[in-house]
Each structure stands twice: as structure tokens, then as C-alpha cells.
């Protein structure tokens, strides 16, 4: 079945670059997702990638996909205190009525 | 608007106590979902609802019985629930169940049983 990794935990200070890792093992991965979950809140999206790409864009976010190794990376440009929060990879395959799947989160804590 | 609106937001019932948690969206999405989540864990699928009728159900036990009254609206009815089944609900909408459609989630109701 598909299995997805992340690290439990980062730390950086703020203004600093954070980095976030997600390693999947469906082959068949069609989109790869970021949800941001704030303490008390629910899911937001904050980008996917479709796997036909290797890099997406979006403001102070780069998502990066190296296909081959099965390797999804979120990385976070001058981090802020209101970044900190559980960030969740996950995939989603193909086919019809296949749902997502997730990692177990990574928080990420930002200091002053 | 990309809105999944679920109430209500925090839910204490007892294990004998009948209640509901009710979700939805006007984005036009025929696909929505229910999901259970722990805490510090990632979300668990329970239910997939696709054109209003039922298409996954994930082993859930039956005191949880999801309903979709129309295409905008997801509830689930909750009764005799134990303490191991306070969590936070999430709700989920997309399209369809076509590939590259993105899932939204509301905020969650927080349910705690007593």
C-alpha cells in the first residue's frame, strides 16, 4: 500500500529558510499536496504539484519533486512566527475513487 | 470561495446522548468526506461521498452513520459513542472524484465524549 514519510519535528529561527521533507512510495502518485494545520484548526491547502513537474513557485513557497527518488521537499522562505504549525505531505494516485494519503506531520517550530 | 463551512465547532456529548455533526459547501463539489483526527496524528479517512451516494466506507462502526441529504450538505449522526472516539471531525469537499481535483477541508468540529 502507499506509505508516505515525513521528520516529526524542525526548528528554525525566524527569517531563517525551513525546510520540510516527504518521501512516498506510490509510483502512481499523480499530485502531491502541503496542508498547513494551525493548533485548534483545521487543513488548508497551501500547494500541490502535479507529478509531471519538478519545481512550483508560489510567493515565499518552492515545492521541489524528484520523481525518481520518490522525494517531495517544502521549503519556506524567510519563516515567520506564524508559519509554526503541523505540516502535512500527502499523495494522492490517479485513479478514480482513490483518496489521499498522509504523513504523519511535521511541526515546525519558528523562534523570535 | 473554496469554503467548507462545518458546525458545530466544539461538541461535548455523553455516551448515551444522540447528536450531529453537519458540514458544507457551495462550491459545487459532488465528491465530500469525513475524516477523524487524533491528536498530533494525520487525518483518517472514514467516509467518501460521491454524487450524494456512498462509495467508501472505511470499516467505520456503525454508532457513526453518515448522510448527505444534497449536494451541498454532509452530516454525520453520532450515538452511543465511546470516550476513544473524542477527536476532531474534518470535512472534506472536491469536485469530483476526478484526478486532478483538490480537496478542501473545513475547520473541524472538536467532539469530546463524556
Known amino acids: 500500500g502507499e506509505d508516505v514519510e515525513q521528520s516529526l519535528f524542525l526548528s528554525v529561527r525566524e527569517g531563517d529558510s525551513s525546510v520540510i521533507n516527504c518521501t512516498y512510495t506510490?509510483?502512481?502518485?499523480?499530485?502531491l499536496y502541503w496542508y498547513k494545520q494551525e493548533p485548534g484548526a483545521g487543513l488548508q491547502l497551501l500547494t500541490y504539484?502535479?507529478?509531471?513537474?519538478d519545481m512550483k513557485q508560489d510567493q515565499r513557497l518552492t515545492v521541489l519533486l524528484n520523481k525518481k527518488d520518490k522525494h517531495l521537499s517544502l521549503r519556506i522562505a524567510d519563516t515567520q512566527t506564524g508559519d509554526s504549525a503541523i505540516y502535512f505531505c500527502?499523495?494522492?494516485?490517479?485513479?478514480?475513487?482513490?483518496?489521499?494519503?498522509f504523513g504523519k506531520g511535521t511541526m515546525l517550530l519558528v523562534s523570535p | 470561495d473554496t469554503e467548507v463551512t462545518q458546525t458545530p465547532k466544539h461538541l461535548v456529548m455523553g455516551m448515551t446522548n444522540k447528536k450531529s455533526l453537519k458540514c458544507e459547501q457551495h462550491m459545487g463539489h459532488r465528491a465530500m468526506y469525513w475524516y477523524k483526527q487524533k491528536a498530533k496524528k494525520p487525518p483518517e479517512l472514514m467516509f467518501v461521498y460521491s454524487y450524494e451516494k456512498l462509495s467508501i466506507n472505511e470499516s467505520v462502526p456503525s454508532r457513526f452513520s453518515p448522510e448527505c441529504p444534497n449536494s451541498s450538505l454532509l452530516n454525520l449522526h453520532l450515538h452511543a459513542l465511546q470516550p476513544e472516539d473524542s477527536a476532531l471531525y474534518l470535512c472534506?469537499?472536491?469536485?469530483?472524484?476526478?484526478?486532478?481535483?483538490?480537496?478542501?477541508f473545513g475547520e473541524g468540529s472538536w467532539l469530546t465524549v463524556v
Open positions: 472534506a469537499s472536491r469536485q469530483d472524484q476526478g484526478p486532478g481535483n483538490t480537496i478542501y
Open positions: 504539484i502535479f507529478s509531471n513537474m
Open positions: 506510490d509510483s502512481s502518485s499523480t499530485y
Open positions: 500527502a499523495e494522492k494516485e490517479g485513479s478514480g475513487y482513490s483518496t489521499l494519503t
